[in-house]
Structure formats: C-alpha cells, structure tokens
C-alpha cells in the first residue's frame, strides 16, 4: 500500500477503505508517513469530505492510536456530555452532580481551557482546595462511590488526533466537518463513557457560527457514535450571547451553586434540563424526556443536587463551605458598573467580543502557558430583548488590575442598544439523535 495512492484516490473523490485509512494514520503516529503526503491528504478530504464509514473508521484509528480509558469498573451505565465550547458555559458544573444526583454515573475527564475563560478545571479550582489528581483506581472508586468526579485528561490518549490536528493547524484544513467530527469523537471514546450527548454550538461565540453547520457537524458526531456503539445524540444551542450571566472561572462556579439552588438564569438552568434530560435516558435512569426532566426539577427543589454538589467538592478536597457561603471564593479587588449610555432595547451580545473582554481582564489564556486569575471576570444583567435605561448597569467588571479603559470599550462595541424591540434568540435550535 502507497500513501501516494491514497491521496490520489481520495483526491479524485473515491471512498477510502478501512486498511488504507489505518495505514496512514498509523503510519504518520509512527512518523513512518511524511507531513507534505498528510498535509496533501487532508486537503483532498477537505474538498471531497468523508462519507459516514470512512467518519467512523477514522475515528476508530485515532482511538486505537494510544490510551484507551477502561470504566467497565464503574458500575452502570456511563453518560458523557461534550460542549463545542462557548462564553459563560457553565453546564459542566451544574449538569454533573444534577445527573449524578438521580443515580447515573458520571466519570468526567476534563481540560485547562485556552481562550475566553478557563476551562471546566480551572473553574473548580477556583474552590479553595479542590484538586483533580486522581489515580485512575481513585477516581473509579469515587464515582462507584459518589456518582461523580472529575480528573484531569492523563495518559496517551489519542496522538493521532493531536498530531493531526497540529498539521491541520497549519494547513488551513481546521475548517472540515468530517475531521472535526472525527478528532472529538476520538476524545470521547477513548475516554469510556458508553453513552454521549453532544452540546453543538451555533452563533457568535461558536466554533460554527452558522447553524447549517452546526447542523451538519452535529450529525456526523452522532454518525460517528452510532457506528462505533456509542449511544449518542446531540443538542444544537445557542451562543449568540454568552450563555447565563457570568463569565469567569469563581463566577462562573458561584452561578453554578445559584442554579443548583433553583435561581440561576433562565437559559443556562433550561438548557441543564434539556441536555440533563438526554443523560438520564441514555443511562435508563428515565423513560422519557419529560420524566427525566421531572426528577431532574424535583432534584434542585429538593436540594438533592446541591447536597450531591457538596459531596462532589468535599471528595476531591475541595472546601464544601462554598455552597453556603460564596465569598469564600476568590473575589476581584474592583467591581465596576458599566453603565447604558442611552435608553432603549438590548439588541444583541456578541458573543466571542464579551469573551475577549473577559480574557483582556486575565479570565483565560492566550497560550498554555498563560496565568489565569481566578478570580477576575464579567457579571451581565442584560440580555438580548431586555430593556434598559441610560444609566443602569449592563454589566459588572470583577477586574485585578488597574486600568480597564480597553475592555470597557470593548464592551461597550460588544453591546447594541436600539429603540426598536428586539427577540430573545431561540436557546435550542435541534436535537440529533441519528
């Protein structure tokens, strides 16, 4: 077998086979492939695109490249949530003991964030003394224990995909549906949950901004699921504006609690329900979404999920007191009013542009080896279709530094007031399950 064969066959629109697509990523993990007949080959995949086996196979091969996560240990059914990522997504911190709560496990390997704000660890370092240094034989324990419990992402787990997705960096090949598809699914594979939901991002402060391709990606993931015996399906949600209010790693963890306790923003407790909802099925907890959602409702009023949130901090060595008492948390030394400057109608966020400003403030990383400050962020009070007067406060800057004049220009740029009224955004736009 020759790579320049493959490359010419794939280039020619021709559909590759399961040996031809294992030789080469194979032989690129081994080096035995060159990066100039890689780089030729994922050009020719982005113009032609992969049908739903070719998906699934190379999946299947960036899977097998490395480290496979074995959960058979934990007992039950282990359902996985994946968000292409967005600003303020603060799901992962609430849906994990809210599912955990009504019996089913969630085994949670997760990342430091680059971007915005920092990622589902960093947000629950924030919590004084929380850690995710687990051994694999620690972390299995505490979910059989405890339902829930999140460990840094450790091991080899899928080179392929990382070396892949190095060169597609530098190729200008990013941007294809089927290798994206391909390079998040291997993760969470490999990773061991038996089933997954996906929250597929569209809008401003999306990966796909437009929803066609949201759309599209969303059905090669599940695809890709479905194929390799995954239970999978997903949710297309919006991130238009920044999801809830809080945008910021020990903001973000106290609107967390806030929603546990039944008063977190509308959008961000609805679409805990409805990705919630798809988790309890998928580990036959439920029989349908509508009783998923009931026992996930009757968990908040009942303070189930937020004792499960307790137990969930407190095992890991996290100081539990939070809960009861947020300013424990690390807390910025300014908070500033942005004041409206004219009256009117909040007529759009921009998304990605109130993430900039955050991340201006120290709320993420620009590269990995970026400091983050924990502490720092955005608190907004308006959102799309709300009305507002000269003068009220837009949002809150939790700031450590000085000089802001930047991000309140940024801010200000990010937020368009008009007369005329304007409609909310749709939070959810699909569900995928084939």
């Known amino acids: ?13 021709g559909e590759l086979t399961e040996a031809e697509i294992r030789f080469f990523v194979e032989g690129y993990t081994k ?6 007949q890689v780089s030729a080959l994922l050009m020719a995949i982005y113009y032609q695109g992969m049908t739903p086996e070719e998906c ?4 299947s091969a960036m899977v097998d490249s490395g480290d496979k996560i074995d959960l058979s240990a934990i007992s039950g059914i282990k359902v996985d949530k994946h968000s292409t990522g967005g600003v303020g997504d603060t799901t992962t911190l609430v849906l994990a003991p809210l599912v955990a709560s009504l019996g089913v496990p969630v085994a949670k390997m997760s990342g430091r964030g680059l971007g915005h704000t920092g990622g589902t660890i960093d947000k629950l370092e924030a919590i004084p003394g929380f850690h995710v240094e687990l051994t694999g034989d620690e972390f299995i324990e505490l979910v059989n224990k405890n339902k829930v419990a999140v460990v840094g992402q450790t091991g080899n787990l899928t080179p392929a995909d990382k070396k892949l997705y190095s060169l597609r960096d530098v190729t200008a090949t990013v941007d294809s549906i089927p290798l994206i598809a391909s390079s998040i699914m291997s993760k969470k594979i490999a990773s061991g ?3 997954i939901v996906l929250d597929v991002k569209t809008g401003a402060g999306a990966f796909m901004k437009d929803l066609a391709d949201a759309k599209e990606l969303a059905h090669q993931m599940v695809s890709i ?3 390799v015996g995954r239970k999978t399906m997903a949710v297309i949600s919006d991130m238009s504006q920044p999801l809830g209010r809080a945008i910021g790693n020990a903001l973000e963890v106290q609107e967390a609690i806030e929603t546990l306790k039944g008063n977190g923003p509308t959008d961000l407790t609805e679409l805990c329900f409805t990705l919630g909802s798809q988790m309890v099925v998928l580990a036959n907890k439920a029989d349908n979404l509508d009783d998923a959602r009931l026992k996930l409702k009757e968990s908040i009023q009942t303070g189930k999920a937020l004792a499960q949130f307790k137990t969930f901090i407190a095992s890991q060595g996290g100081d539990a007191s939070v809960v ?3 300013t424990l948390l690390p807390a910025a030394a300014q908070k500033i009013e942005l004041k409206a400057k004219n009256s009117g109608t909040i007529q759009s966020i921009i998304a990605d542009d109130i993430g900039t400003a955050a991340m201006m403030l120290g709320a993420g990383r620009a590269t990995k080896e970026s400091d983050i400050d924990l502490a720092v962020g955005l608190v907004l009070h308006k959102k799309v279709g709300d009305s507002v007067k000269a003068g009220e406060t837009l949002v809150t800057i939790h700031a450590n530094q000085e000089q802001i004049d930047e991000v309140k220009e940024k801010l200000y740029t990010s937020i368009t007031i008009a007369e005329h009224p304007a409609k909310a955004p749709s939070l959810i ?5 084939e």
């Open 193 to 195: 949950a038996d089933a």
């Open 324 to 326: 009861d008492d947020p």
């Open 225 to 227: 699921g479905n194929h």
């Open 56 to 59: 699934a196979t190379l999946t």
């Open 1 to 13: 077998m020759r790579m320049y064969d493959i490359i010419e066959k794939k280039r020619d629109g």
């Open 31 to 36: 080096e035995d492939i060159p990066d100039y």
């Open 429 to 433: 736009y699909d569900m995928i399950t």
